[in-house]
């Protein structure tokens, strides 16, 4: 089974659309994660949720809206796309000093 | 706020060269310290950590990083470079007691035959 799932893998949308992004954690964590992956590799830290209670929402526009139904879920919502928010989408779920990953969520709008 | 540095966007080595990937964090209190690798079109992997205890930290694939708080580094050794070492390695550091991961840019290795 894997850790942490994403879906879909794959997402290309036009400019406008809202679409969302799921993820499911089976390690029984409390903590969960949203990171954007740029072209360049570089990865930013989007959204933290701690037992379904929002704990970090960095400086990211409010056209991205975190749903986390139960602990061991926590979807991406994503409103008016924008050109610039062609990324790789990771979700992670932590437990002490560790995160565990999923495979990624690659965006492209068009 | 706590920041983390990767020198050398980009390193290259032949195959069985040593490998050397640096990191550097900002913080006066050390912090909890790991590297990822994530290899093309997948998520990321935890290589190794350190939290606590013995400094030299030994991970999966034959990589080990040691903790130097007088140098405020966590650099990333392998000491045979194999082609299926060839990924962006990302370290990251939190702060004791948090969760929130802060990842470095990320180094591209190259390893050539």
Same mark, same amino acid.
């Given at each position: 089974d894997t850790a942490v799932s994403q879906t879909p893998k794959y997402l290309v949308t036009q400019m406008g659309n809202d679409k969302s992004i799921k993820c499911e954690q089976n390690l029984g964590h409390d903590t969960m994660y949203w990171y954007k992956q740029d072209s360049k590799k570089f990865l930013k830290i989007m959204f933290?949720?701690?037992?379904?209670?929002?704990?970090?929402?960095?400086?990211?526009p409010n056209r991205f809206s975190p749903k986390s139904p139960d602990k061991a879920h926590l979807n991406l919502h994503i409103n008016s796309l924008e050109l610039g928010d062609s990324a790789v989408y990771f979700c992670a779920s932590a437990s002490t000093a560790e995160a565990f990953f999923g495979q990624g969520t690659r965006l492209t709008v068009v | 706020a706590q920041s983390v540095t990767q020198l050398g966007s980009h390193v290259s080595v032949s195959e069985g060269a040593l490998v050397l990937l640096r990191c550097n964090y900002s913080s006066s209190v050390p912090p909890y310290l790991f590297w990822y690798v994530q290899y093309p079109n997948q998520g990321l992997q935890l290589l190794l950590k350190y939290t606590t205890g013995a400094t030299l930290v030994k991970g999966i694939n034959g990589f080990e990083a040691e903790f130097k708080k007088s140098e405020? /580094?966590?650099?990333?050794?392998?000491? /045979?470079?194999?082609? /299926?070492?060839a990924a962006e390695y990302f370290c990251a550091v939190s702060d004791r007691g948090t969760d929130k991961l802060i990842f470095g840019t990320g180094t591209r290795l190259q390893v050539f035959p």
């Open positions: 933290s949720y701690n037992n379904k209670e929002l704990i970090i929402n960095e400086t990211v | 405020t /580094s966590f650099h990333l050794t392998k000491p /045979s470079a194999h082609m /299926s070492d």
